[in-house]
């Protein structure tokens, strides 16, 4: 993949917006209709449709924005961007019904199933219709779907079983070696799906049963196959998707409906889903592609795996450290009248920063709090000191009663643990919970970065400049400029300003 595209398209998304005006050019017998959903999100449109401008080449196309009955400026839209159908709804109807809605509309051979969260590489479209117009037995195919860091976010799906289903190619890198996994597919995320009109309208669309949203474009292509065609992705064709930020903010009520149609399409389809023979085939094939995803993050120095059950295995140089499972509920948001905020912070709702004392607890400017993220201090000495730009990744948990101080630009991942009091043991006349305890301050030094599921212990002093490993436990003070990993945390390299070399210390 042309890293330098990747990182322009980012740009394009990012820190140089798109134009406030512009227009598509039209085309009266257009060959491919593209449709996008959209509610509310209007910037987010707006890249999309630059990007779908700038890299859609060599094939004659309509836009139509299925408008949602947006609220923001996205009713406006046809105002500021020109040659573009805007099919509004009168009333929120949600995702299936709305793509139907506008598919009416559609002029084109083919449609184009597509989100408003996706930037494009050049030449994304062309192949795909290559590849449906070149072989009669591809019913539907898509584009293979980038996620923003450049890993592969899926070349198509699986699904069988009672509830087993897996994305082919998740967190891969896009290379030739991939494409050997580049076979049918069970389904192609509706986020880019491509089919003839017509066998659109044989299918029946999108079952209503399915609305607001998820597993339509699942059973879209399970009907699809069922009339003997195939599913693929078209592997030349790169789409970088931004991922579940497309339509509305929902998040809680629309896993609820998430799960509620997944039990509703295995029902529907559990007949093929539990075939013997289906079965053996599929997890053959998973079982290859578990072996390729093994080999690449064994040449990884860190990975995260997302399994269908909700868990995340974290990966160190191949070997598994730590397994948890995503929480469903969050903790309510907060922040105390006491606690200092100096600048812009970005403190996400679900975190949670307690303390007693007036002026306990100072967050510094620029510092950005992750979500299930718990500071609390209960001790009057114990201040809490976070300096300016750091990144406090999501469900730290910080027990201030002995005094944290944490520098400027230190970066911290998930489940880092600082711990500033020691619980007494030695009393044997007396219970555990009685036992008095004693508080220690945790120093840490600007520009460090700890990493996964750490543990700092009171009393611990760790420099300027100095990395933590995930997983490491650190019992001891550690020195400026070192690299640190270990149960006990140990120093394993350390930077030599003479040599101007990271060297191993024996």
Same mark, same amino acid.
């Given at each position: 993949m042309?890293?330098?595209?990747?990182?322009?398209?980012?740009?394009?998304?990012?820190?140089?917006?798109?134009?406030?005006?512009?227009?598509?050019?039209?085309?009266?017998?257009?060959?491919?209709?593209?449709?996008?959903?959209?509610?509310?999100?209007?910037?987010?449109?707006?890249?999309?449709?630059?990007?779908?401008?700038?890299?859609?080449?060599?094939?004659?196309?309509?836009?139509?924005?299925?408008?949602?009955?947006?609220?923001?400026?996205?009713?406006?839209?046809?105002?500021?961007?020109?040659?573009?159908?805007?099919?509004?709804t009168?009333?929120?109807?949600g995702?299936?019904?709305?793509c139907?809605?506008?598919?009416q509309?559609?002029?084109?051979?083919?449609?184009?199933?597509?989100?408003?969260?996706?930037?494009?590489?050049?030449?994304?479209?062309?192949?795909?219709?290559d590849?449906?117009?070149n072989?009669?037995?591809?019913?539907?195919?898509?584009?293979?779907?980038?996620?923003?860091?450049?890993?592969?976010?899926e070349?198509?799906?699986?699904?069988?079983g009672?509830?087993?289903?897996?994305?082919?190619?998740?967190?891969?890198t896009?290379?030739?070696k991939?494409?050997?996994?580049?076979?049918?597919?069970?389904?192609?995320?509706?986020?880019c799906?491509?089919?003839?009109?017509?066998?659109?309208?044989?299918?029946?669309?999108?079952d209503p049963?399915?609305?607001?949203?998820?597993?339509?474009?699942?059973?879209?292509?399970?009907?699809?196959?069922e009339?003997?065609?195939?599913?693929?992705n078209?592997?030349?064709?790169?789409?970088?998707?931004?991922?579940?930020?497309?339509?509305?903010?929902?998040?809680?009520?629309?896993?609820?409906i998430?799960?509620?149609?997944?039990?509703?399409?295995?029902?529907?389809?559990q007949k093929?889903?539990?075939?013997?023979?289906?079965?053996?085939?599929?997890?053959?094939?998973?079982?290859?592609?578990?072996?390729?995803?093994?080999?690449?993050?064994s040449?990884?120095?860190?990975?995260?795996?997302?399994?269908?059950?909700g868990?995340?295995?974290?990966?160190?140089?191949?070997?598994?450290?730590?397994?948890?499972?995503?929480?469903?509920?969050?903790?309510?948001?907060?922040?105390?009248?006491?606690?200092?905020?100096? #600048?812009?912070?970005?403190?996400?709702?679900?975190? $949670? @920063?307690? +303390?007693?004392?007036?002026?306990?607890?100072? *967050?510094?400017? %620029?510092?950005?709090?992750?979500?299930?993220?718990?500071?609390?201090?209960?001790?009057?000495?114990g201040?809490?000191?976070?300096?300016e730009?750091?990144?406090?990744?999501?469900?730290?948990?910080?027990?201030?009663?002995?005094?944290?101080?944490?520098?400027?630009?230190?970066l911290?991942?998930?489940?880092?643990?600082?711990?500033?009091?020691?619980?007494?043991?030695?009393?044997?006349?007396?219970?555990?919970?009685?036992?008095?305890?004693?508080?220690?301050?945790?120093?840490?030094?600007?520009?460090?970065?700890?990493?996964?599921?750490?543990?700092?212990?009171a009393?611990?002093?760790? #420099?300027?400049?100095?990395?933590?490993?995930?997983? $490491? @436990?650190? +019992?001891?003070?550690?020195?400026d400029?070192? *690299?640190?990993a %270990?149960?006990?945390?140990?120093?394993?390299?350390?930077?030599?300003?003479?040599?101007?070399?990271?060297?191993?210390?024996?």
């Open positions: 042309n890293n330098i595209l990747h990182k322009k398209l980012l740009r394009t998304y990012g820190e140089y917006s798109s134009p406030e005006i512009f227009s598509f050019h039209t085309w009266t017998q257009p060959k491919v209709s593209l449709i996008i959903p959209v509610y509310n999100k209007y910037e987010m449109t707006k890249d999309c449709l630059w990007s779908i401008l700038q890299h859609t080449k060599d094939v004659s196309y309509e836009v139509i924005i299925a408008d949602d009955c947006s609220t923001d400026e996205t009713k406006n839209i046809e105002n500021k961007i020109t040659g573009i159908k805007h099919i509004r009168k009333e929120n109807s995702f299936g019904a709305n139907t809605n506008a598919i509309y559609a002029e084109g051979k083919y449609i184009a199933l597509l989100n408003n969260d996706m930037l494009f590489y050049d030449n994304w479209l062309k192949p795909i219709i590849t449906l117009e072989d009669s037995t591809i019913g539907a195919a898509g584009g293979t779907l980038i996620n923003p860091n450049g890993k592969v976010s070349l198509g799906g699986l699904i069988w009672e509830s087993k289903a897996i994305r082919i190619g998740r967190d891969c896009y290379s030739p991939l494409k050997k996994l580049n076979t049918d597919f069970d389904y192609k995320s509706g986020c799906l491509v089919l003839e009109k017509t066998l659109w309208d044989k299918v029946g669309g999108f049963a399915f609305n607001p949203a998820y597993y339509e474009d699942t059973d879209l292509c399970f009907k699809i196959r009339l003997g065609f195939r599913i693929v078209v592997f030349e064709s790169q789409i970088i998707h931004f991922e579940t930020v497309s339509y509305g903010d929902k998040e809680f009520e629309l896993s609820e998430c799960r509620r149609n997944g039990k509703y399409f295995f029902r529907k389809w093929l889903l539990n075939n013997p023979d289906r079965i053996k085939k599929i997890e053959k094939r998973v079982t290859e592609y578990q072996k390729y995803q093994q080999k690449e993050i040449h990884r120095l860190y990975y995260k795996e997302k399994l269908p059950n868990r995340r295995n974290i990966y160190v140089c191949g070997l598994k450290v730590f397994s948890y499972k995503k929480k469903r509920k969050m903790q309510e948001y907060e922040i105390s009248e006491e606690v200092i905020l100096k #600048g812009n912070n970005q403190v996400f709702k679900e975190a $949670s @920063v307690k +303390t007693q004392f007036p002026n306990s607890i100072v *967050i510094g400017k %620029g510092t950005r709090i992750g979500q299930d993220v718990t500071i609390s201090n209960y001790e009057k000495n201040l809490i000191k976070i300096g730009n750091c990144q406090i990744g999501w469900n730290n948990n910080y027990y201030g009663q002995g005094g944290i101080e944490i520098g400027n630009n230190v911290t991942a998930s489940f880092v643990c600082i711990l500033t009091s020691n619980h007494g043991w030695q009393e044997v006349d007396l219970p555990i919970m009685d036992q008095p305890s004693t508080y220690k301050k945790v120093v840490i030094g600007d520009d460090c970065w700890i990493g996964y599921n750490v543990i700092i212990l009393g611990v002093h760790i #420099g300027k400049h100095v990395t933590v490993g995930a997983g $490491s @436990v650190v +019992t001891k003070d550690l020195p400029y070192s *690299i640190c %270990g149960n006990p945390c140990r120093v394993i390299k350390k930077y030599n300003f003479n040599t101007k070399k990271w060297e191993k210390v024996s």
